[in-house]
């Protein structure tokens, strides 16, 4: 299967391609106050609304220059996880890199979220 | 309830139309059945067009305007009527309610009186046809547990007959019916089958006291905002729940922040940590307030997004949107921001209810008049110390009567604004600040009162209250006006013009008011001197010929030798020394006919 590798800090990441949506620089991001430190904020990609969430923060990682967001779908709605750089798709990735499901860490995400309400 | 209790007469009862068969017939003949889905998709194409229709409207060519204000008209004219082929009153599902109640009634032994006023409330059909189960055993739990038997209420000095009150109306974007009976209340946790039959169909249940909310989301994509700045964040209003746009000065209440708007206190929210002075009133069923704002910027029509679930937690947004310039705002939710107020307000109203909640703690009343009418009362703990003070030594700084107090600098303020005597003694009650006087004309007694609820309420934004002491109406003081208060200062800059040319008396007061000052005309100087002790002029123009009398009356007296004098003349300040000998009395000179220069002298003289 397809996977989508990149970067988070010093570390390297693959998503399932499956998850995701779309790879994007990052737009300009409407702030939330109120909103969870972990949510960016929201943008427009091409009139949909889609929440921008730091990857970093949920995964407890460092960024070091984040400049790509992953689109993925989860629940109906849209989520941009923002990692430092997107490196390429192949189909053979190297076994040792750790492999995320987006929608595991987002369900995670709103587990613990949730508990804090 | 008990406004409710009071004046059950002006609750317009449900009104069901009755429909000529003659007409009922056509009705039929000319309706087809429409899938919900399409209209639905319907729905979203005309979501599409307004989007559309926006970011044309970014494009800013003048002559495209037009045709783009057309379309937008276009666009809610669709939306209007295809929300017209799906919605209907609310007062259809509740026509056959007096009789079901009364039923109900009899069932349980109770006596109930039946308000229903749900004229303006409009449904989606759907939503009204699955609102009929859960809404009327929602009113049956209601008539059950919450309306006491009649023996009960009578016990309680409460009337026999319940009073059970349904409204609806409709908001921004969700229509509200609300239940209301002044029995004991119903709890939460009996109806909770309930209220997950009402969240099926996508309404929500809040529980107040006595009062149930049922919120049922309008299927309404397209409203119209005000997109505002705050704190560098761009956020949209939605336009219906704004009273008014305004700009004044924010003042302290119990240290909450207000805003005076016509004698009323307007409390205000903030979401950022400074306060601004643009301030958006907005209005909810309830409530009134303001919002600071940094910006006011455009009114936009635009199509409201739902959030992701990840915000739909944060109550104080009820959607996002993405404007024409392709970004996006957050509408912020005037709902749950009046919550945020829901408190402070109590706490404006605070004094009394304090006092109304502590019934069985008496409360110290100073009782006093201010003139030879009706008696008025304050709080002894609003008092700091009552004292006699010497009415000439109070000065006047920037439009505020003060007073060298002791060691401090007391504001001397009156009731009604009302002038301060120059000479004299008076009464007065200093604050709790300790840095505001209060003149009182007598002070007549401290008495302890029992608050109940026969207040009256009063308009005046001096007084919190009118209540009956000793069997004569008080006025109950509101120290917090006078703690708050900001001096008026065009008021007390009140300038005398004394010429003896008719032209220059005509000539020149029209320019002096424009600057903001009160002015009184006169021709001679004994006039002058007759108005100087009945006015406080805070500065004197007068001719340096005629008006010489004048400036060497006030000059000589203790009185009135603080006042500046301007005198007016063709001649420049040498000229009228060589000519007039001792012209050092007067502490300016002015040329007649020069408008400008008249006004930079008085205000800095007056300053």
Redesign the interface.
């Known amino acids: 299967m397809s996977h989508l590798l990149f970067k988070l800090g010093t570390q390297y990441f693959r998503f399932p391609i499956g998850q995701v949506k779309d790879v994007l620089p990052i737009p300009?991001i409407?702030?939330?106050?109120?909103?969870?430190k972990e949510?960016l904020?929201?943008?427009?990609l091409r009139?949909e609304?889609v929440?921008a969430?730091d990857l970093a923060t949920i995964l407890e990682k460092e960024t070091l220059s984040p400049s790509m967001i992953i689109v993925t779908e989860?629940?109906n709605?849209?989520?941009g996880l923002i990692v430092d750089k997107v490196d390429c798709i192949t189909d053979s990735p190297d076994e040792s890199i750790t492999i995320l499901h987006p929608d595991e860490l987002l369900s995670k995400?709103?587990k613990t979220?949730a508990e804090t309400? | 309830m008990d406004v409710l209790l009071q004046e059950p007469k002006t609750i317009e009862t449900n009104k069901t139309e009755i429909i000529p068969p003659t007409l009922q017939k056509t009705v039929i003949k000319d309706s087809v059945r429409v899938k919900l889905t399409d209209l639905d998709r319907l729905m979203q194409n005309i979501s599409d067009l307004v989007?559309t229709r926006n970011q044309l409207l970014h494009l800013n060519n003048n002559q495209l305007s037009t045709p783009i204000k057309k379309l937008g008209h276009i666009a809610s004219d669709l939306q209007n009527g295809l929300l017209k082929t799906r919605t209907r009153p609310l007062s259809t599902i509740l026509s056959s309610y007096q009789k079901t109640i009364h039923n109900l009634a009899q069932e349980f032994n109770k006596k109930i009186n039946l308000y229903i006023d749900v004229d303006s409330a409009f449904l989606d059909r759907l939503i009204l046809e699955q609102l009929k189960a859960p809404l009327s055993q929602l009113v049956r739990l209601i008539i059950d547990l919450s309306i006491e038997m009649p023996v009960d209420r009578l016990s309680n000095d409460k009337d026999e007959a319940a009073t059970l009150l349904i409204k609806a109306y409709n908001e921004s974007n969700q229509t509200v019916i609300q239940i209301s009976d002044d029995g004991k209340g119903l709890a939460e946790t009996n109806a909770l089958e309930i209220k997950n039959s009402f969240e099926k169909i996508g309404a929500r249940l809040d529980f107040d006291t006595n009062a149930i909310n049922i919120k049922i989301p309008l299927n309404l994509p397209i409203i119209s905002v005000l997109t505002v700045v705050i704190?560098h964040?761009?956020y949209a209003l939605p336009f219906t729940s704004i009273n008014s746009v305004c700009n004044r000065p924010i003042e302290l209440l119990n240290n909450e922040p207000i805003i005076r708007v016509n004698n009323t206190s307007i409390p205000l929210v903030s979401?950022s940590s400074r306060n601004t002075n643009s301030i958006i009133i907005l209005k909810t069923v309830d409530t009134i307030f303001g919002l600071m704002v940094d910006e006011v910027q455009n009114i936009e029509e635009i199509v409201i997004?739902p959030?992701?679930?990840?915000?739909q937690?944060?109550q104080?947004?009820m959607g996002?949107t993405?404007l024409g310039d392709?970004?996006?705002?957050?509408i912020l939710n005037p709902n749950t921001l009046a919550k945020k107020v829901a408190n402070k307000q109590l706490t404006i109203k605070n004094q009394i209810e304090k006092y109304k909640a502590a019934e069985r703690a008496k409360s110290s009343l100073l009782l006093f008049k201010i003139d030879n009418s009706s008696v008025k009362a304050l709080p002894i703990e609003a008092i700091k110390r009552l004292d006699e003070i010497d009415l000439s030594k109070v000065e006047y700084t920037s439009g505020q009567a003060v007073l060298q107090y002791k060691d401090v600098i007391l504001r001397i303020m009156t009731f009604n604004d009302a002038k301060i005597p120059k000479t004299g003694f008076s009464q007065i009650i200093i604050l709790s600040d300790g840095k505001t006087g209060l003149i009182v004309s007598s002070i007549l007694d401290i008495i302890e009162h029992e608050f109940d609820s026969k207040t009256i309420a009063v308009t005046n934004p001096q007084y919190i209250s009118a209540t009956v002491i000793n069997g004569v109406t008080t006025d109950i003081v509101d120290a917090n006006y006078f703690l708050t208060k900001q001096p008026t200062i065009t008021k007390t800059n009140h300038i005398m013009v004394m010429d003896d040319s008719a032209f220059f008396r005509r000539f020149l007061p029209p320019a002096i008011s424009a600057a903001g000052y009160e002015v009184t005309t006169v021709d001679t100087a004994e006039k002058a001197i007759e108005q100087l002790h009945m006015n406080n002029f805070s500065l004197i123009i007068a001719d340096s010929k005629s008006g010489f009398e004048l400036v060497k009356y006030c000059k000589e007296n203790d009185q009135f030798k603080s006042i500046p004098v301007v005198g007016l003349s063709s001649f420049s300040l040498d000229e009228v020394k060589s000519k007039l000998g001792d012209v050092q009395l007067f502490d300016a000179f002015i040329p007649k006919t020069h408008h400008a220069k008249i006004i930079k002298t008085i205000s800095e003289l007056v300053a």
């Open positions: 300009s409407t702030k939330i106050p109120l909103a969870n949510i904020g929201v943008f427009n009139g609304i929440t969430i989860f629940a709605d849209l989520y995400y709103f979220s309400y | 989007s704190d964040v761009k979401l997004k959030l992701s679930r990840a915000l937690s944060i104080e947004y996002a993405i392709d970004n996006v705002v957050m």
